[in-house]
């Protein structure tokens, strides 16, 4: 067993490292305080290769292997959680999704300008009245000729406002006896007439980041652009998120390295009883959970892109880990907040942002509760991953980096 990080590895952690330190957080309280995305962050990411990191170079992407997304997303969130959001959408649930399932026409299409950061990708799966419960999705699909006819309107949709296109999971055949089975997916790209879309004001947290909704109405798209077959909506969007709950995990991961680091600057700076409070022994029991999680989190994580890499099924691992780190990384920012007592209760520290951004990962792609269920699951025998048609392909250096 090898716990080091490759050559490669590093450079990516440094290079993300630099960028999102040197031009992200000197500016990041202005935006989350004015709720906006800042509008250099995704051309610059596109820029640094990072909208495209693992994705095969003959796919527009830099070729680098799925350990490198993980390490990647824990520096982006390590500075502000809206950044790796934008790679949890962007990357894990819509081009790997095209990675996994696409055709080689709609790698092409597709997944080429998203993984050079020419566009950007969104994933809807939520809509107003089914979030966990993905079988209650009534958008639709209905199949007109060479065509699709969409309707139907996402909630909660991560850049929202800023993607090309979105993958997006419809009802196309509301008769069948397991309405997991009548659902499909499609790419939607939402210049399309009779899209409409808007972000959503007044979250508690990824303030600079994009979320919002996105409605069709008789939105015509070919049939070439659906994902799969019809009837496979549901298990590509589980795999979409097997990705997706990586990139979580990965960032939870730096959110609980940033609120570690916070907690210990302020704790050699701040005096109490006469001494600096990091001598004090409830503060060092904080500190010293900090530590553990943070080392739990990343093993975790890491154990599910070194199976990624492998091509192993990482279903019940991935849920593990994002289930772990997004809950530590929630209890390490509010114990940062604590251990900042009444200055960590304002935005002139950033834990009191990293409290709030921490909130929504216990949230989406599977609320803690259903990450719970999942586990009992597996460890019960109740639940078994059968194979899928199409598996995300195990990291191959000669094949990524032709
Ligand atoms: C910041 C943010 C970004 C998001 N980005 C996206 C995105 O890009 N794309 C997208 O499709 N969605 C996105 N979402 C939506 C997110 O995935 C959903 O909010 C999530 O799946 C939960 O669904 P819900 O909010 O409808 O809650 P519900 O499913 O209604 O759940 C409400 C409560 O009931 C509990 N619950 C539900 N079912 C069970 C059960 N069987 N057993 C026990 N408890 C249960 C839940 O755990 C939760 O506590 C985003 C959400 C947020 C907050």
Redesign the pocket.
């Known amino acids: 067993m090898d716990f080091s990080l490759s050559r490669e590895h590093r450079m990516v952690q440094q290079m993300v490292r630099e960028f999102v330190q040197k031009e992200v957080a000197p500016v990041i309280k202005e935006y989350d305080r004015a709720q906006e995305m800042a509008t250099f962050v995704l051309p610059r990411m596109a820029e640094l290769g990072i909208l495209g990191i693992c994705i095969p170079v003959r796919y527009g992407g830099q070729g680098m292997d799925y350990l490198s997304l993980g390490l990647a997303c824990e520096e982006l969130e390590a500075v502000d959680t809206s950044l790796r ?1 934008a790679m949890s ?1 962007h990357m894990g ?1 819509n081009s790997m999704g095209l990675l996994q399932w696409g055709t080689e026409e709609q790698k092409h299409q597709f997944l080429v300008p998203q993984a050079k950061g020419e566009k950007y990708g ?5 809509e107003p009245g ?4 993905v079988a209650a999705i009534v958008s639709n699909a209905r199949r007109d000729g060479d065509t699709y006819v969409i309707n139907g309107e ?6 929202a406002s800023k993607a090309h296109n979105c993958l997006w999971v419809a009802r196309t055949n509301p008769d069948a006896p397991d309405p997991h089975d009548g659902l499909s997916a499609f790419m939607v790209e939402l210049d399309r007439p009779g899209v409409s879309r808007g972000d959503i004001h007044g ?1 508690l ?2 303030r600079a ?1 994009s ?1 919002g909704w996105i409605a069709c109405q008789d939105v015509r798209i070919p049939v070439s652009n659906r994902l799969g077959e019809e009837g496979e909506g549901f298990k590509i969007a589980m795999s979409c998120l097997d990705n997706g709950r990586y990139t979580v995990a990965a960032g939870a991961t730096g959110l609980i390295r940033a609120s570690l680091e916070a907690s210990l600057k302020y704790a050699h700076e701040r005096k109490a009883f006469g001494r600096e409070i990091g001598k004090l022994q409830l503060v060092q029991q904080k500190i010293a959970a900090m530590v553990q999680s943070y080392d739990a989190a990343r093993l975790l994580y890491l154990r599910a892109g070194w199976m990624k890499n492998q091509g192993l099924r990482n279903t019940r691992e991935t849920s593990l880990a994002k289930w772990f780190a997004t809950d530590a990384s929630f209890h390490a920012a509010s114990e940062a907040v604590q251990i900042h007592g009444a200055y960590g209760y304002s935005d002139e520290y950033d834990v009191e942002r990293y409290l709030r951004n921490s909130k ?1 990962a216990v ?8 990450h719970q ?1 999942m586990q009992a699951g597996y460890a019960l025998q109740y639940r078994q991953d059968a194979p899928l048609r199409c598996e995300l392909p195990a990291y191959d250096p000669d094949f990524w980096q032709d």
């Open positions: 959001v959408v649930l969104c994933f809807g799966l939520t089914a979030g966990s419960d996402k909630m909660w949709i991560s850049l979250k947290g990824v980041g979320t929504g949230i989406y792609e599977g609320t803690s509760e259903i269920l």
